[in-house]
């Protein structure tokens, strides 16, 4: 049957759904994209009729007989893969009952891919909620089994290298197989019994475990690549070294004489004074390729954070500002690094400095420090701490847009909802459009965060705090992310909802 008939067995809802499928790679995120617009034009749309259709059972021939499968059997393998990743993006709000009879429909299939039938296992253990079982299949298996049976040595020093060499392709093997006859062929000869033995019988058998020979020369090997690879990185920061030095020959005489003077006062620790203040003045006569070269001769990232409010109060104190470029090339060589690997809530010298600078250079702070760890992808606990302490205490309502703009845009994890929270507990005064695009933004994450109660939060937040801004298609969009949530706060976010109806 081709895709023209295929089609006719779907409610015209789901056409333009069945259409994303077949688009290659993209086509679950492109028909993820459809089902959340659906979602937020009609909240009570929903796709058990379209998994039905695809459960229903069709005539088609198989062998020159006559046979009944499900019409999802009849569809491509690009379809079928789609259409599995597309369910591991949406099923906590489906039926649990009907995405499974589907998920047993598909592994009717005659010619099931090894690739979808993973998929198959692993959504039915999402499902399910456990991992009994295994993804493999049974010619994998096999194939892990025969490879384990290989290393009958299993006190063997030999690396792991070694012993797959012979499994990347058949002529290797082939390869190997020579090898392995010259190599043991002195062996042999000194047994009494090969020399009685059969002629089929003194084939060479594969012995996967390493000789002395070859773990002194593997042993050689690696040590040898180690020595290039330390030469290669030694060779890289003597680079790097040589181009900073380089870049500081180029430097006016006075920041020069400069760097020694401020760069002693941070490894000291020493007692800040107006000479101190006077030092830094070098920031402002500084070109923004002069001001990376002097952070990076002052080694800025690699300050002690007992130092820092002593620099931070002294740089406070330049007459006029520092540049926009110079503050965000200080800001970032100063705390980025020391803020994108915090482990733990930041110290009290690392949160004053931070916040004294944010203070009096809100923008470049934002540029140079919030919106870089925002992007990394990966905000812990500490870093959303700090970053919801800056929001609150010294961003201005515009900065905060800027803040909320640049989360909207990276990807969410539990941190970022943090951030978003404090941002909207601060009262932003949105535009139209922006709270447009955060409530499509909710709708398309809401799957994910079906059972965050900070998620929930957040939504209870727009909902209580952001009622004038929710026009009809919202209401839709919002309606749509409140079916995706799991938590005990459910009924409350719909109770918050229907207060909006009433108002």
Known sequence: ?????????????????????????????????????????????????????????????????????????MFSEGFK?????????????LPNDSVLHLL?????????????????????????????????TSKCTETLKNLCSRFRNNDAKGRWASCFEGLKTEDKETDLNVLYQKKRKSDNMDHDGDAQEDPLSKRVKMDFSPSKEEERLTEEEEHNTRTIQQNQSASSVSQAHSDLLGSSKN??????????????LLDTESVWDESSVSALKVFHECDPDEVEVLCSLLCLSEASEQSLPQFCSCLLELSPDLSHSTASAVITHLLLNKI??????????????????????????????IEPVLRK???????????????????????RIFVFRTALGVSWDEGVLSVIHALLDSKLDLSEEDFSLFTDQLCSQSPHFSKSMKFAKMLLSVLTKYQTHVNPACHHTLSSCLSFNETFLKKSLLAALKRIELI
């Open 104 to 136: 047993r429909c598909m592994t009717q299939d005659d010619g099931e891919n090894q690739w979808s039938g993973a998929l198959i296992k692993q959504l039915q253990r999402d499902i399910e909620g456990t991992r009994k079982g295994t993804l493999l």
């Open 81 to 93: 893969r789609n259409l599995l990743c597309f369910l591991h993006l949406i099923h906590p709000g």
């Open 251 to 264: 430097l006016p005489d006075h920041m020069k004489a400069a760097i020694p003077v401020i760069k002693e």
């Open 377 to 399: 992808g990966q905000t812990g606990s500490a870093q959303a701490e700090l970053l919801c302490r800056l929001i609150v205490d010294c961003l201005e309502p515009h900065h």
């Open 340 to 369: 994108v690997s915090l482990a733990e809530a930041a110290s009290r010298c690392l949160v004053t400095a931070v916040t004294s600078l944010c203070t009096r250079y809100p923008r470049p702070t934002c540029q140079a420090l």
């Open 1 to 73: 049957m081709d895709l023209e008939g295929l089609l006719q067995r779907f409610d015209g809802r789901f056409l333009l759904l069945v259409h994303s499928l077949h688009l290659g790679s993209a086509g679950a995120n492109n028909a993820h994209i459809v089902f959340n617009k659906q979602r937020r034009c009609d909240p009570d749309f929903t796709l058990a009729p379209f998994l039905e259709t695809l459960c229903q059972q069709e005539v088609c021939v198989r062998e020159d007989a006559l046979v009944l499968k499900p019409l999802v059997c």
